[in-house]
C-alpha cells in the first residue's frame, strides 16, 4: 500500500487489496506491485475490469472499458430484445456485447475489432454468449448476410482528436493501442464512417448507438440526419457521458 501511495495511485488502499487478492504467492505480488507503480493500469496488472458489475478480461496493451461507456452498455440493452441480431464495432474487450447478452440471453451477437490483441481477448470474454468476433476495419469482415438485419448497433470507437492524444493519462496514453483512442482531426472520423454505413446494415427500426463527449454531440448528430436517421442524445452527468443514438424509419426501404 505505501510503494502504490507513493506512486501516486488515489485509490492506494483499495488497489493494494486487489493486488493482494489476485496474487498466488508474495513473489507475484511484488511483480504486480512493480508493474503497477511502473504505471501499467490496475486492470492490465489484474487481467480483468469490472463493468456494470461483470468481470471483463482485459488483456495489456488492449483498451480498457471505462465506467462511462456502462450508460452505452445500459441504453443498448434498453433497444435489444431477445432474439436481436447486436453487432458491436470497435469492440475492444467485447464488454458492451457481453452485457447485453448477459441481459438478454438469446441474441445473435457479433462484433469486430482492427486490433487483433482486441479481437484474441473479446473471443475469450464472448465465448460464453456465442459471440461471433472478427477482425477487421469496422464492417469489412462482418458476414454480408447482416446487411440490413441488425437491430442494435453498437459503436465505442475512438474519439479523441489527434492533438489531444498527447494530453491523456500516462496510463492509457502510454499502455493502450492508439487505434483505439485517436479519432483523427476532431475526434471523429471513425464514428461519421460508422453512422455513414449504419442504414446498409440496420433492420427498418433499428438503432446505432455510438458514444462521444457532450461537445461532439452536435456533429455528430448531423452525420446521424445525413444518413436519414432520427437521432436522439441521452447524457448522464453523473458518469459524464454521452451517447448519440440513430434509429432507422420502419417504413424506410431498404437501400
Given at each position: 500500500?505505501?510503494?502504490?501511495?507513493a506512486?501516486?495511485?488515489?485509490?492506494?488502499?483499495?488497489?493494494?487489496?486487489?493486488?493482494?487478492?489476485?496474487?498466488?504467492?508474495?513473489?507475484?505480488?511484488?511483480?504486480?506491485?512493480?508493474?503497477?507503480?511502473?504505471?501499467?493500469?490496475?486492470?492490465?496488472?489484474?487481467?480483468?475490469?469490472?463493468?456494470?458489475?461483470?468481470?471483463?478480461?482485459?488483456?495489456?496493451?488492449?483498451?480498457?472499458?471505462?465506467?462511462?461507456?456502462?450508460v452505452?452498455?445500459?441504453?443498448?440493452?434498453?433497444?435489444?430484445?431477445?432474439g436481436?441480431?447486436?453487432?458491436?464495432?470497435?469492440?475492444?474487450?467485447?464488454?458492451i456485447?457481453?452485457?447485453?447478452?448477459?441481459?438478454?440471453?438469446?441474441?445473435?451477437?457479433?462484433a469486430?475489432?482492427?486490433?487483433?490483441?482486441?479481437?484474441?481477448?473479446a473471443?475469450?470474454?464472448?465465448r460464453?454468449?456465442?459471440?461471433?468476433?472478427?477482425?477487421?476495419?469496422l464492417?469489412?469482415?462482418?458476414?454480408?448476410?447482416?446487411?440490413?438485419?441488425?437491430?442494435?448497433?453498437?459503436a465505442?470507437?475512438?474519439?479523441?482528436?489527434?492533438?489531444?492524444?498527447?494530453?491523456?493519462?500516462?496510463?492509457?496514453?502510454?499502455?493502450?493501442?492508439?487505434?483505439?483512442?485517436?479519432?483523427?482531426?476532431?475526434?471523429?472520423?471513425?464514428l461519421?464512417?460508422?453512422?455513414?454505413?449504419?442504414?446498409?446494415?440496420?433492420?427498418?427500426?433499428?438503432?446505432?448507438?455510438?458514444?462521444?463527449?457532450?461537445?461532439?454531440?452536435?456533429?455528430?448528430?448531423?452525420?446521424?440526419?445525413?444518413?436519414?436517421?432520427?437521432?436522439r442524445?441521452?447524457?448522464?452527468?453523473?458518469?459524464?457521458?454521452?451517447?448519440?443514438?440513430?434509429?432507422?424509419?420502419?417504413?424506410?426501404?431498404?437501400?
Open positions: 500500500m505505501a510503494r502504490l501511495r506512486a501516486g495511485c488515489v485509490f492506494a488502499e483499495d488497489e493494494a487489496a486487489l493486488l493482494t487478492e489476485a496474487a498466488g504467492t508474495a513473489d507475484e505480488l511484488d511483480r504486480m506491485v512493480a508493474r503497477r507503480v511502473a504505471g501499467e493500469p490496475l486492470e492490465h496488472v489484474l487481467g480483468w475490469a469490472d463493468f456494470c458489475g461483470l468481470r471483463v478480461e482485459v488483456d495489456p496493451g488492449v483498451f480498457v472499458p471505462r465506467r462511462r461507456t456502462e452505452l452498455a445500459v441504453e443498448a440493452t434498453a433497444l435489444a430484445a431477445p436481436a441480431v447486436v453487432l458491436d464495432v470497435c469492440c475492444g474487450t467485447g464488454a456485447g457481453l452485457v447485453v447478452a448477459r441481459m438478454l440471453p438469446g441474441i445473435e451477437l457479433h469486430t475489432d482492427v486490433d487483433p490483441a482486441a479481437v484474441a481477448c473471443r475469450r470474454n464472448l460464453g454468449a456465442r459471440g461471433r468476433v472478427y477482425e477487421g476495419d464492417f469489412d469482415p462482418v458476414p454480408r448476410a447482416l446487411a440490413g438485419a441488425v437491430d442494435v448497433l453498437i465505442n470507437g475512438p474519439y479523441v482528436p489527434t492533438d489531444a492524444v498527447r494530453l491523456l493519462p500516462a496510463e492509457a496514453r502510454l499502455h493502450e493501442a492508439r487505434v483505439a483512442l485517436d479519432g483523427g482531426g476532431d475526434g471523429l472520423d471513425v461519421r464512417r460508422v453512422i455513414a454505413d449504419a442504414p446498409r446494415w440496420l433492420a427498418p427500426g433499428g438503432s446505432a448507438l455510438c458514444e462521444s463527449t457532450d461537445e461532439q454531440a452536435p456533429s455528430l448528430v448531423d452525420a446521424v440526419r445525413r444518413a436519414e436517421l432520427v437521432p442524445v441521452v447524457r448522464s452527468d453523473e458518469l459524464a457521458a454521452t451517447v448519440v443514438i440513430g434509429t432507422r424509419s420502419v417504413d424506410r426501404e431498404s437501400g
